[in-house]
């Protein structure tokens, strides 16, 4: 056999063993569209934006509050993805303020007095992080210097970012304060603006990124998660669970989030 053939040959498993992970890869955002827990088609105009009640009422909680949200993203890509933005309410405000990138506005960051803890056009929230009192008032100082400052304001990418995902990320890692253990379907968190490597933004580890695509967290909060072509997999150990693209994590649930105080 000549060394052509034996050179194709390897090239040739090589790019069936890819395809075959590529595969298996989307076998939870397939696995979400094919048993309809997406609504892939989806009207925004007619998707619901009800209050889930989240986030404390203002009026009877004098204290300072961060809040980290994640909800699907709207329509075909809830199967892929979360949306994640950020909440503050300085000490004794009267409303929160609402801090995220959106893909339809330029500059992308939106900052505005509103709801927080509202449904994202049809997908329920979920609070991945939370800071009361003093923890929350270093924290609001810090993010309100930082977000004037994000480097990609001017740009929004689906896959693999900059996105909200690489917004919110982006200001976590900053915020001393703030520790959030993304899930693994929030696709863009894994795109690093200062290089190929990074904190984890739960502050626990760090993480090796090729430009979204390509790389590796390892944390005690999020465990081990590899990143391939923006997908993120890997194992949660404390409590015990499986990371997985489209799906997010699989396995034991997590404690209730208390808030720092």
Request: net charge positive.
């Amino acid at each position: 056999m000549s060394s052509a053939i034996r050179s194709l040959r390897v090239v040739l498993k090589l790019l069936c063993g890819g395809l075959l992970l590529l595969l298996c890869l989307l076998l939870g955002p397939a696995w979400l569209l094919l048993s309809q827990q997406v609504d892939w088609r989806g009207d925004w105009q007619r998707a619901s934006r009800s209050v889930s009640g989240l986030a404390p009422d203002p009026a009877t909680t004098p204290t300072a509050l961060v809040q980290v949200y994640a909800a699907r993203a709207f329509a075909w890509r809830g199967a892929f993805g979360v949306h994640t933005w950020i909440a503050t309410k300085a000490e004794n405000a009267a409303h929160y303020r609402v801090y995220q990138v959106v893909s339809w506005r330029r500059p992308t960051v939106e900052v505005a007095v509103a709801q927080p803890d509202r449904a994202w056009y049809g997908n329920p929230p979920e609070l991945l992080a939370q800071l009361r009192g003093a923890p929350a008032v270093r924290a609001i100082t810090t993010i309100e210097q930082l977000v004037p400052t994000y480097p990609e304001a001017g740009r929004y990418r689906i896959w693999p970012g900059p996105n909200s995902n690489t917004f919110v990320a982006w200001v976590v890692r900053r915020v001393p304060e703030l520790t959030v253990d993304f899930p693994a379907n929030a696709i863009g968190k894994d795109y690093l603006l200062d290089g190929i490597l990074a904190r984890a933004p739960s502050h626990t580890g760090y993480q090796l990124s090729l430009g979204g695509l390509l790389g590796v967290t390892a944390a005690r909060e999020e465990g081990i998660e590899f990143n391939l072509l923006g997908l993120g997999v890997g194992v949660d150990l404390d409590p015990p669970a499986l990371r997985l693209p489209g799906i997010g994590r699989l396995g034991m649930a997590q404690p209730p989030l208390r808030g720092e105080e």
